[in-house]
Every structure is written in C-alpha cells, then in structure tokens.
C-alpha cells in the first residue's frame, strides 16, 4: 500500500513538472513572431517526439512484436501525436497565450473521461468530478476575462476559431494520453510507449516542419527558440508525463495539467504583457484549488470513513 501511495504521488509530482514547463511554450513562441504557429507545433512536438524516440529506441525493438499486435492504437496515439501542437499553437496565435491554453487543456480532462468511460467503461469518483467541475470553472473564468479583452480590440473572430482549434487540440490531446496509456497495460514500458507513439508522430509532422520551418533558420533567436521547444517542454516534458502516464489513470494525469494554463496566464502577464483582470486570477485559484482537491490524499479517520 505505501509502495503504491508513492508511485501515484510520484506520478502527480511528474505531471506538475511536466505542466509548468509546458506553460511556458506560449510565451517562448512570442519572442519567434515571424514563425507561424504550425512550425512552432511542427518543430515542438515533432523533433521532441523523434528525440523520445531516440532514447527508447532500445526498449521500442524489444516491444516491436506487442507493438504490431496493438497497432492500431499505437496509429490512434501517433495521429493524435501530429494533429494536437498544430491545433495547439494556431489556437493560441489566434485566441492569445491565455484563451489558447485554457481551452485546450482544460478541455482535454472532460474528454479524457468521456472517452474512458465510453470506450473503458470506467466510472469516475465523486471528489475526481467535483475537482474537475471546480478546475473548469477556473478555465472558464480565465476564458471570459481573455475574450472580453480581445472583444474590445475588435478581435472577437480570431478569439472564436481559436476556441474551435483548442477543442480539437484538447480531444487530440486527451485522445493520445489514452492511448499511450493503454500500450503501457498491455505490457509495454512507458519509456518504449511514449518513444513510439511520438516518434511516430513526429514522422507525421516533419513535411509540415519542411513546408512551413525555413524562418525557424532565418535568425539566431528563432533557431534558439524552437530548439528550447523541442528539448524541454517536449522532450523533457513528454518523458516526464510518459513516467506519470504508468503510476496514474489518465484522467487523472490530464486534470492535474490543469496548472499548465495558470503558469501560461501568469508568464504572458509577466512577460508578454497581456493583461489579466481581476476575473481571471479567480480562474487561476480556482484551477489551484482544483489541483489540491484531487491530489491531496484524503485522510481516514477510521473503519467508517467512505473514499469518494
């Protein structure tokens, strides 16, 4: 029981982790302005995605015959893999750093769990929905401050296709978490999944990087930024949410990343210059308080105490 305590609480340190690094991929693409959002998306997730697969290549040549037993899942997760960051950072081109963010990850818990219990037929607990209700209510929040803003530019439209594109980056992304969760119960090492499935992915993504990089080489600083891109939110990020991926349900792991448009609301304040009413840092407490609801163990206080 202890062991297991301190997987799942190593899992959820691993989440957090990998979110504050991903909250900052928003404001590190601003300082590559001539970089359209789909060579951000395309050098991100898919040189991160081949540099993981790299590192596993080991454990993936092992695994290969469970792979072409599970092979399409492994397709699922890796087409997930190649839609997501192009979604992702044309959401926030459009939307801005906040609303972006907001709307695709904070979307990705609810589709998370309605893909599991449509697909797995797993029930979720009573405190895992009250603690998603109150971290969506944050995203929500945040949402309607950052729309209000931009309303009043006369940039309503670009706010409206980006919450379309943040949808369909928070299905890819709830989609691909689901998918390399399931290859690691089947046997497969979460090192080994999550090389392959972005490895993959990445594959799918280099003729966009072809089409749409050559400004990514133009300057010194756009070059820096998309190396920071690949290497450490999506490289590093990635390996540290593939470890939590194997300790905790993916819901669960989806929900806690919930931080990740906090950290990204607070750095474009900080450091954009985007501005953030009073109405928006409620959203960021509300996502913290979600935070702690979930992950924080409850305490028994004897035979009688219920787990919800």
Request: hydrophobic content about 55%.
């Amino acid at each position: 029981m202890m062991i297991a305590r301190r997987e799942r609480m190593l899992g959820i340190l691993a989440v957090l982790f990998a979110s504050v690094l991903w909250g900052s991929t928003g404001t590190a693409a601003t300082f590559a302005p001539d970089v359209s959002p789909l060579a951000i998306g395309a050098v991100a997730m898919g040189l991160g995605g081949l540099l993981q697969a790299l590192i596993s290549a080991k454990g993936i040549i092992a695994s290969r015959h469970r792979f072409l037993q599970h092979w399409r899942m492994l397709l699922t997760g890796a087409l997930a893999v190649g839609i997501y960051p192009l979604a992702f950072y044309a959401s926030m081109h459009l939307a801005g750093v906040t609303v972006g963010t907001v709307i695709s990850i904070g979307s990705a818990p609810l589709l998370s769990a309605l893909i599991e219990f449509s697909l797995d037929g797993q029930r979720l607990s009573r405190r895992w929905m009250t603690g998603a209700a109150i971290g969506v209510a944050g995203m929500i929040l945040l949402c309607v401050a950052e729309s209000a803003g931009h309303a009043a530019t006369g940039q309503g439209s670009g706010v409206i296709a980006g919450i379309g594109l943040g949808l369909i980056a928070g299905l890819t992304y709830a989609l691909y978490s689901w998918a390399a969760r399931h290859l690691m119960q089947r046997g497969i090492s979460s090192r080994a999944a999550m090389g392959a499935t972005f490895g993959l992915g990445g594959i799918l993504l280099m003729p966009v990087l072809f089409i749409t990089g050559a400004p990514l080489l133009a300057s010194l600083n756009n070059a820096a930024v998309g190396a920071y891109m690949a290497l450490i939110p999506m490289f590093v990020g990635y390996v540290c949410f593939g470890y939590a991926l194997a300790r905790i349900p993916a819901s669960m792991a989806t929900t806690i990343t919930l931080l990740e448009p906090a950290v990204a609301a607070v750095l474009a304040v900080l450091i954009v210059g985007e501005r953030l009413p009073a109405l928006g840092w409620t959203g960021i407490g509300l996502v913290v308080l979600c935070l702690i609801f979930i992950t924080v163990p409850l305490k028994r206080r004897g035979p009688l105490a219920v787990s919800v």
